[in-house]
């Protein structure tokens, strides 16, 4: 595997809102591309199998389509007593949830790709977090779903806003991958793809 020259273009295979604000922390420039890819988990998948085999797929898509720029492609899930967890999409499956987390543990599964077809640079990385909920009463619930509404979150909640709130703790070896993208092990990436950071 080569390791592509330093360029300029750097794409992150995303229209996640949160992925690209947590990009922008490490100060590169960037653009992004929503890859069109279809997110079903394969028979007999695990969920690390999934998280993994989309992240890659994603930023696959996107370097097809820009084979001179680095792409970056992540994925997420939430898994619950060996059960993927989506998107609650809307107040009702939000309070399903996270009635059903409290004071339960809650698995995140946070996958990064780094790709470069050029040069066939290819590495990622699947970081695994863990969110212990406290005991959580339905008025807390009904009120922090009111103040947040993380509808389009995996889990139902924003770590890195009023969600924070919920958790007895969070074991983790990188706070921003529960946000979305684990920012530690995509700088290692970037570097090796041939970024200087910082």
């Keep these: 595997m080569n390791k592509p020259s330093p360029s300029k273009s750097l794409i992150l295979a ?44 994603k930023a696959r898509v996107v370097a097809s389509e820009h084979p001179t720029a680095v792409v970056i492609g992540s994925d997420q899930v939430a898994v619950f007593n060996g059960l993927v967890v989506g998107k609650p999409g809307h ?7 996270l009635t059903s987390f409290s004071g339960q543990v809650v698995e995140f599964l ?36 009111s103040i947040e509404q993380p509808y389009d979150c995996a889990g139902a909640f924003k770590a890195e806003s ?4 919920l958790f007895d703790r969070i074991v983790s070896d990188d706070p921003t991958a529960l946000i979305g993208l684990p920012l530690v092990r995509t700088a290692k990436l970037l570097r090796a793809a041939g970024w200087q950071l910082p």
Aim: aromatic share 8%.
């Design 162 to 165: 009023l969600g924070i709130v």
């Design 110 to 145: 946070t996958a990064v790709s780094v790709q470069h077809a050029q040069s066939g640079f290819d590495s990622q990385h699947t970081d695994l977090t863990r969110v212990f909920f406290r005991s959580l009463q339905l008025e807390e619930i009904q009120r922090y779903l």
């Design 14 to 57: 995303s229209s996640s809102k949160y992925r690209k604000k947590l990009l922008q922390r490490l100060q590169i420039s960037f653009t992004c591309q929503s890859p069109e890819t279809d997110e079903s988990a394969g028979t007999g998948e695990s969920p690390h199998e999934l998280v993994a085999r989309l992240a890659a797929q």
């Design 91 to 97: 107040y009702q499956a939000a309070l399903e949830q």
